[in-house]
């Protein structure tokens, strides 16, 4: 084998991967609660949408209008222009190909975290040299620390909500990081529709703000792979052209999509329901002795345990409730993430949380 190809291995296999945790092994899972999921859809709506996609769409051919189709229907809901829309095979390609096509070998990229590990895994396989700037203790953003951090160049990542704290950036912070940083400011908003609010429609007057948005949460279809990138008219149609892939999306996928978007009550109502059922677990949550629950505009909830998390996070999968260990958040110890799922899941998390507890 060859040196070069030893080298390049060599880099792959020290180069980190994305953490799936242990759940996916785990057998008799009972309330899945660990990747954020929307489980407020009515699973025989999806079923039934899904149903009428398969009958309509040839898969054996490439259908590049259903992507033009959808570049239409999300710009009317958003109010948007057609030529601000890039879909991508869920945000997570969004994320892979920003960094593909404005990251070079050792330009810089920003991370603000505690946050989605994926923006360093994919900005450091582009080449860039990331740098991870810690949140405030109140979760709120650092702005001089970035912008001193950042200098004038490359791109800097936010998730408002962000994951894990579950907290919305204040739209001032943000807005001044796009207007004294010139390079480029990814905001991911995979979280926006459980929240107040969304600067997308800011994007248009500023050429360096990008918005990521996703099918998986509100929507209710993760499987199905499915995001945007909304990025300024200047540049967005070029990079659709020349960084996308030649056929983006399965148009099997854009079809359930497109009926979603069709009929948007199914998404409003699953919002609303989850967030009725979010006030009703955080209340639990807080009855709970020594464990610290954070208010959240997301569709999950951080909390700190009084015992071990990886204590926890075991007493619970053990039980059947599947949740996400994330350890350390800044000065909070013991800290799992737990998705907000329906009330019986709920349910069954709770009283396994308190056993746990008690057993501890």
Same mark, same amino acid.
Request: charged share 25%; glycine share 6%; hydrophobic share 45%.
């Given at each position: 084998?060859?040196?070069?190809?030893?080298?390049?291995?060599?880099?792959?296999?020290?180069?980190?991967?994305?953490?799936?945790?242990?759940?996916?092994?785990?057998?008799?899972?009972?309330?899945?609660?660990?990747?954020?999921?929307?489980?407020?859809? *009515?699973?025989?709506?999806?079923?039934?949408?899904?149903?009428?996609?398969?009958?309509?769409?040839?898969?054996?051919?490439?259908?590049?209008?259903?992507?033009?189709?959808?570049?239409?229907?999300?710009? /009317?809901?958003?109010?948007?222009?057609?030529?601000?829309?890039? *879909?991508?095979?869920?945000?997570?390609?969004?994320?892979?190909?920003?960094?593909?096509?404005?990251?070079?070998?050792?330009?810089?990229?920003?991370?603000?975290?505690?946050?989605?590990?994926?923006?360093?895994?994919?900005?450091?396989?582009?080449?860039?040299?990331?740098?991870?700037?810690?949140?405030?203790?109140? $979760?709120?953003?650092?702005?001089?620390?970035?912008?001193?951090?950042?200098?004038?160049?490359?791109?800097?990542?936010?998730?408002?909500?962000?994951? *894990?704290?579950?907290?919305?950036?204040?739209?001032?912070?943000?807005?001044?990081?796009?207007?004294?940083?010139?390079?480029?400011?990814?905001?991911?908003?995979?979280?926006?529709?459980?929240?107040?609010?969304? #600067?997308?429609?800011?994007?248009?007057?500023?050429?360096?703000?990008? =918005?990521?948005?996703?099918?998986?949460?509100? $929507?209710?279809?993760?499987?199905?792979?499915?995001?945007?990138?909304?990025?300024? &008219?200047?540049?967005?149609?070029?990079?659709?052209?020349?960084?996308?892939? *030649?056929?983006?999306?399965?148009?099997?996928?854009?079809?359930?999509?497109?009926?979603?978007?069709?009929?948007?009550?199914?998404?409003?109502?699953?919002?609303?329901?989850?967030? /009725?059922?979010?006030?009703? #677990?955080?209340?639990?949550?807080?009855?709970?002795?020594? =464990? /610290?629950?954070?208010?959240?505009?997301?569709?999950?909830?951080?909390?700190?345990? &009084?015992?071990?998390?990886?204590?926890?996070?075991?007493?619970?999968?053990?039980?059947?409730?599947?949740? /996400?260990?994330?350890?350390?958040?800044?000065?909070?110890?013991?800290?799992?993430?737990?998705?907000?799922?329906?009330?019986?899941?709920?349910?069954?998390?709770?009283?396994?949380?308190?056993?746990?507890?008690?057993?501890?």
């Amino acid at each position: 084998m060859s040196n070069w190809l030893n080298d390049r291995l060599s880099t792959l296999n020290s180069r980190e991967s994305y953490n799936l945790g242990s759940n996916s092994k785990a057998k008799n899972i009972r309330a899945k609660l660990d990747a954020n999921e929307n489980w407020h859809i *009515p699973a025989e709506e999806v079923h039934r949408l899904v149903s009428e996609a398969v009958a309509q769409v040839d898969v054996r051919g490439y259908h590049l209008g259903i992507v033009e189709e959808l570049c239409t229907a999300v710009a /009317k809901r958003l109010s948007l222009s057609e030529g601000m829309i890039v *879909p991508t095979q869920g945000a997570d390609q969004g994320i892979d190909l920003l960094s593909q096509g404005f990251l070079r070998e050792g330009d810089r990229a920003i991370i603000v975290g505690p946050t989605y590990s994926f923006y360093a895994l994919r900005a450091s396989l582009a080449g860039a040299r990331c740098t991870e700037i810690k949140l405030n203790d109140d $979760f709120s953003l650092p702005v001089e620390t970035i912008l001193k951090e950042a200098s004038d160049e490359g791109v800097i990542f936010l998730c408002s909500p962000n994951n *894990p704290t579950g907290n919305q950036f204040a739209s001032d912070d943000i807005l001044r990081l796009s207007e004294k940083f010139p390079g480029i400011v990814v905001l991911d908003e995979a979280y926006i529709d459980f929240a107040a609010n969304s #600067l997308v429609k800011e994007v248009e007057n500023r050429r360096n703000l990008v =918005v990521l948005r996703t099918f998986s949460k509100a $929507f209710g279809l993760a499987d199905i792979r499915l995001g945007l990138i909304i990025a300024h &008219p200047d540049w967005a149609s070029v990079f659709l052209d020349r960084i996308q892939y *030649p056929y983006p999306l399965s148009s099997l996928a854009v079809s359930i999509a497109l009926r979603m978007l069709q009929e948007f009550q199914l998404v409003e109502n699953g919002v609303a329901s989850l967030k /009725k059922e979010r006030k009703w #677990l955080l209340e639990q949550l807080k009855q709970i002795d020594d =464990v /610290k629950a954070f208010d959240s505009q997301t569709n999950f909830v951080l909390l700190s345990l &009084p015992i071990d998390a990886t204590r926890g996070f075991n007493g619970l999968l053990e039980r059947g409730i599947a949740t /996400k260990k994330v350890g350390r958040i800044l000065n909070l110890p013991n800290c799992i993430r737990v998705t907000v799922g329906t009330r019986a899941m709920n349910s069954d998390f709770l009283e396994a949380l308190k056993v746990v507890l008690i057993n501890a």
